[in-house]
């Protein structure tokens, strides 16, 4: 039965970039993933800065406005631009 | 994954441009009430506004508009179909809620003396007030919300509403996006506004996100009230927006056009009389397209260098700051180039158009208890300042329904029910992917529902509509934020259907392109001059039906009545009727 086909692992260029060396999420900071209408941005507890987990974006840029380092830029999603 | 239990006095769902007004005037009006304003988002950045606005483009301010002349301007803007009442009250209380806001700290434009710098847009009347500094808007609203003690809940999706034995809302469930814990909240009285239904068509980028509307806003809320019992109104007056091609924002005419910019066609030439969004407008808009005058334009490039600086300043960093990305990625500077547009694909919006839960002129809906304000509520029309005036009388609606009733009582199965539903996703090790179940079904909402309407297509498109209902039950997530778009596709689904079935039962053509049927090209006041009405019948099948116009309060003249429908430019009126001869299926 398809329903129960296994899934893929599809790559998608995601809109949003961090800056890892102005990003301050190993000092707690969460402004961008606190801020996003969507949630899509989340903290990578190993490298202690923030990204863009899941492609699903309405570059309406929160993320980039407040965030206070200046360390996130938001581009237009590769299919509109 | 837990279940969190909660009592509140007010439940106010959905914390964007409505909600917070709701929350902030339910504990103005009672402070003793505890209100809660539940989001699915974050409060501080969600809905429709998130990044501000850039003017109001319904404002009824002293002196250069009346409540009367703005209830007639509207009537005629949406061929009659509308509960006056409803936008009286919004008219009635327009002025006083531009004070106001003001007064909190929101920026209107202001000529010299101090007065509001009104610009006319409509066909009519002056009602457009620009907000160039319109960017802090949710921080205001958010310093109201905390200064009125509201409390808040972030990253909560609302699934559904309790109801009791007689029909009346007994509070609603909703799950963490980030937990997946499920959080039952029992309340005396409900707000819903959770904004416009807008994942319903797929944009023509295939990019499931970029939308015109917030993408957070996915019909949530109609699919709620419909659960619940409401009456929904006007779904068939589609939302259907002219729209910057492939960004999918607004193009903002009537930001420009105070400044001198129009909509042109290829040619460069104006083919419209009037920027402001109607479904009549967005037929002569597709007569253009189809007439091979396309595609169509905004135009700034015959603009003073000032001027443009000045359009660049407003638009790029209001409302979708990132526009200035997009045209420069396209090479697209306003001094050299016009900005090519299209036509979006559907939504819900009543914001916009009429499709929404039906609510009286006190934000009440059929359902005792529930409320609705802003794009989800059926007052035409109504965009940002409609859904403050609204939240307005929803938060007061609300504290008076508290003062005369208790809690109704919660029904154990219906969360035992609505639990095991919310939860099923995550509990599937193999199953569908919410994304793809979500392009396959707004993929069929395009090709069988985007006007002009066939009633042929509609009913493959309602088959198809109800075999998804089937995939529903596949859905696999394998994270809470994946079950958050799992949950999504159910209310994207009920949307598609109820957007099918709404128009299958108007058999006329009405509001231009909104409503436009091949099959039935006329307009058919004999048979159709009512509201048409969908609501979950006894047998929880979708029921169509009725609902007869409230006698005017203002009257109409007959050249009023039909002022909408002489919005094309005298000359290219002409050339169009030629071309429509050689193309008779695009004539309406």
Known sequence: ?81 | METIEHEVDVLVIGGGTAGPMAAVKARQANPALRVLLLEKANVKRSGAISMGMDGLNNAVVPGFATPEQYVREITAANDGIVNQKTLMAYARGSFDMIEELDRWGVKFEKDETGDYAMKKVHHMGTYVLPMPEGHDIKKVLYRQLKRARVEITNRLVATRLLTDVDGRVAGAMAFDCRTADFHVIRAKSVVLSTGAAGRLGLPASGYLFGTYENPTNCGDGYSMAYHAGAELSGIECFQINPLIKDYNGPACAYVTGPFGGYTTNARGERFIECDYWSGQMMWEFQRELQGGNGPVFLKLDHLAEETISQIETILHTNERPSRGRFHAGRGTDYRQRMVEMHISEIGLCSGHSASGVWVDEHARTTVPGLHAAGDLACVPHNYMLGAFVYGRLAGESSAAFCAQHDFAPVDAGQVERERARVWAPLQRERGLPANQVEFKLRRMVNDYLQPPKVTRKMEIGLERFTAIQDDLGQLLARDPHELMRALEVHAIRDCAEMAARASLFRTESRWGLYHARVDFPERNDADWFCHAQIRKGADGAMTSFKRAIEPYIVPMAEDERASYQRLRVPAAAEAAAVRSESFPEFQQ
Request: glycine residues 4%; hydrophobic residues 40%; charged residues 20%.
């Open chain 1, 1 to 81: 039965m398809t329903a129960f086909a296994p899934l893929a692992q599809h790559p998608a260029a995601v809109p949003v970039s961090v800056d890892p060396d102005k990003c301050i999420a190993h000092k707690g900071c969460t402004v961008c993933v606190d801020v996003c209408p969507l949630d899509v941005l989340a903290i990578d507890l190993v490298k202690g800065s923030a990204y863009m987990k899941y492609d699903e974006c309405w570059y309406c840029m929160p993320c980039e406005k407040d965030c206070p380092t200046g360390a996130v830029h938001v581009d237009i999603p590769y299919l509109l631009r």
